[in-house]
């Protein structure tokens, strides 16, 4: 079992929907990460927070470390948002290893 | 720029050879990582280095080696004993240290094995 679980895994929208995309972990972290990885392959850091809230545009990331859950919303989505959405967890010490969800395929139609 | 290469981003080969595949950075970061990436999976980490001339096996190291004799490469060898090669490989690096440091990506290479 995956340490680190996301839902949806497959999510279609209407251009301006709000997104909602979660992740549960199951271990203790220090850190936790959202990426962005588009059809092309490359993966674009979008987060990594610890508590609370982050805002970058129109994407928010929240976590809640008590439930072990964070999730990350996108607001008036646009079909450039199309991309798969990854969560990665950091255990912390000191060889700082990731654990990766199996991401979430945004898709947004016009 | 500063940031992550891959080459080449597609890469064939035919069962039983050796191939390398390329990461290079000039960011200045200490830590580098290769991960693979399969379909329906989430990443797993091949093997990363904190340091120049050091590195540690990750969760699925069987089948590849690595070196790190210079900070901004750190190439990988798929190598014949690895079971399933096709994959898409992804390198990263960060400051080492720092927790809150984020992780950086390189573009990646699809390796298909014939």
């Known amino acids: 079992k995956n340490e680190v679980e996301q839902s949806p895994q497959n999510l279609t929208a209407q251009e301006g929907e709000f997104i909602t995309i979660n992740c549960s972990y199951s271990?203790?972290?220090?850190?936790l990460h959202w990426l962005q990885q588009h059809p092309g392959g490359g993966i674009v850091s979008l987060f990594m927070?610890?508590?609370g809230k982050k805002k970058h545009g129109r994407l928010i990331a929240t976590i809640n470390i008590q439930e072990k859950h964070s999730s990350l919303h996108i607001t008036a989505s646009h079909p450039r948002d199309s991309a798969v959405y990854i969560c990665?967890?950091?255990?912390?010490?000191?060889?700082?290893?990731?654990?990766f969800g199996k991401g979430t395929l945004l898709t947004v139609n016009p | 720029d500063g940031g992550i290469t891959q080459s080449p981003k597609y890469l064939f080969r035919k069962e039983g050879q050796n191939v390398t595949l390329s990461c290079e950075q000039n960011?200045?970061?200490?830590?580098m990582y290769w991960y693979r990436q399969d379909p329906g999976q989430g990443l797993r980490l091949i093997y990363y280095?904190?340091?120049?001339?050091?590195?540690q096996k990750g969760d699925i190291a069987e089948g590849y080696s690595v070196s790190r004799e210079k900070k901004e490469s750190f190439p990988l060898t798929v190598t014949s004993a690895q079971k399933n090669p096709t994959a898409f490989y992804l390198c990263?690096?960060?400051?080492?240290?720092?927790?809150?440091?984020?992780?950086?990506f390189g573009p990646g290479t699809r390796l298909t094995v014939l």
């Open positions: 990263a690096s960060r400051i080492r240290g720092a927790q809150h440091n984020e992780q950086f």
């Open positions: 271990v203790g972290i220090s850190a």
């Open positions: 927070l610890s508590s």
């Open positions: 990665a967890a950091n255990s912390g010490g000191s060889n700082y290893k990731l654990t």
């Open positions: 960011l200045n970061h200490d830590a």
């Open positions: 280095s904190q340091i120049v001339n050091d590195f």
